[in-house]
């Protein structure tokens, strides 16, 4: 079998096509309509049914049908995936599962008398099958994450994802450290993974081209080690030490953006948590978003603690919250009090998402300390 192009160019897809074809490769003649499609536009009811008999030739289109992943094609491999499970844990999913671990490749063990394991199962099967190596796009949404988070990440460490751009992973919730409910109707409390960490798994050196990553959830990995990460948003504390901003070694990023809200307790993030930011680990941080994060503290704390972060320097951009200084919030009167800190921002741009109210000082003189306050 002829080796996949390294390059992007036709003349050797089409080559590679050809030998498919002559071993009675689907993928070869999806190969053929895709060129087609993409110089002329037309047939893309032939390459659609083209990558269906590609599907079934790879025994992917059960997990097409189960509808808890969607994925595109290109070239005759998959390009972008995103998982999110449909609710259904009855028997024709365990059938499926049951088949697809029989008859396809996988890495992470699975017991199949437990149903919360086999969203571990269909995410394993995907992508631990040939056709998910040049994966570029990657989005897992979980629900059973208890078993499935570290089912993922030995799938994602089996093989070297030399493509893989950007990475999702985690688990969507309302209010932080609330449980969840699992696919079967069950309790996964997250509090229980704290320090324990829900992936064990080291999948940073199996994604080398990884250059965006997206986390949700708590305690989801000991560390985030990877020099090529340029833009991190990360949606409560993924560190299993309950770390928001000291992800681990990520010297490359660019851009951060930071979503916390308050927990089931009622409380909101420890402004001290901003003492994480350091330019000794963010040294190329340029994008700094904390529009969407909510403090256990003041405006003017939260100004206070970023003017004297040693990453403020650096920064080209910065969005918070809101910018409102009451008399309560400062010594003296509050527009001073804004005065004395301005000059740490003056190079960025400053964005607000919420209001801007500085007691006793209207817009003009907001604008004056503040001259690029988008």
């Given at each position: 079998m002829a080796a996949v192009p390294e390059t992007d160019d036709w003349e050797a897809w089409l080559a590679y096509a050809d030998v498919l074809t002559a071993a009675g490769d689907a993928r070869g003649q999806a190969i053929r309509l895709e060129h087609d499609y993409e110089v002329s536009g037309?047939?893309?009811?032939?390459?659609?049914?083209a990558y269906e008999e590609v599907e079934r030739e790879a025994g992917l289109d059960g997990l097409r049908k189960d509808g808890s992943w969607q994925f595109t094609w290109i070239r005759g491999f998959l390009d972008e995936?995103?998982?999110?499970?449909?609710?259904?844990?009855?028997?024709?999913?365990?059938?499926?599962?049951?088949?697809?671990?029989?008859?396809?490749?996988?890495?992470?063990?699975?017991?199949?008398?437990?149903?919360?394991?086999?969203?571990?199962?269909?995410?394993?099967?995907?992508?631990?099958?040939?056709?998910?190596?040049?994966?570029?796009?990657l989005?897992?949404?979980?629900?059973?994450?208890?078993?499935?988070?570290?089912?993922?990440?030995?799938s994602l460490a089996g093989r070297q994802?030399?493509?893989l751009e950007h990475l999702y992973f985690g688990y969507d919730f309302q209010y932080l450290y609330?449980?969840?409910?699992?696919?079967?109707?069950g309790r996964i409390n997250p509090l229980e993974f704290h320090d324990r960490g829900l992936v064990q798994t080291d999948v940073w050196g199996s994604l080398p081209a990884l250059r965006t990553l997206e986390a949700e959830g708590a305690f989801l990995f000991h560390c985030v080690n990877h020099d090529g990460l340029e833009h991190v948003r990360v949606r409560g504390p993924v560190i299993s030490d309950g770390s928001l901003?000291?992800?681990?070694?990520?010297?490359?990023?660019?851009?951060?953006?930071?979503?916390?809200?308050?927990?089931?307790?009622?409380?909101?993030?420890?402004?001290?948590?901003?003492?994480?930011l350091q330019a000794s680990r963010y040294p190329h941080l340029r994008h700094l978003d904390l529009s969407k994060a909510e403090w256990d503290a003041t405006s003017f704390d939260v100004l206070s603690a970023l003017a004297a972060s040693s990453v403020l320097p650096q920064l080209s951009s910065l969005s918070i919250r809101d910018l409102t200084?009451?008399?309560?919030?400062?010594?003296?009167?509050p527009l001073a009090a804004l005065a004395g800190l301005a000059p740490g921002f003056a190079h960025l741009d400053l964005q607000v998402n919420g209001d801007v109210d500085v007691q006793g000082a209207d817009d003009e003189d907001v604008d004056r300390l503040l001259p690029r306050l988008v």
């Open positions: 037309e047939d893309p009811v032939r390459l659609a049914a995936a995103r998982f999110h499970l449909v609710k259904d844990t009855g028997s024709p999913r365990g059938h499926l599962v049951e088949r697809l671990l029989k008859e396809q490749p996988h890495t992470a063990p699975v017991d199949l008398a437990d149903p919360e394991q086999w969203e571990g199962a269909l995410i394993d099967v995907l992508l631990s099958h040939p056709a998910a190596h040049r994966l570029r796009a989005e897992l949404h979980l629900t059973d994450y208890h078993h499935s988070a570290e089912h993922s990440a030995i994802r030399t493509r609330e449980p969840s409910q699992t696919s079967t109707g901003l000291d992800l681990g070694l990520t010297p490359g990023v660019v851009s951060l953006e930071l979503t916390i809200g308050s927990d089931i307790f009622g409380c909101c993030c420890p402004v001290e948590q901003l003492d994480e200084i009451a008399e309560g919030d400062c010594e003296g009167e």
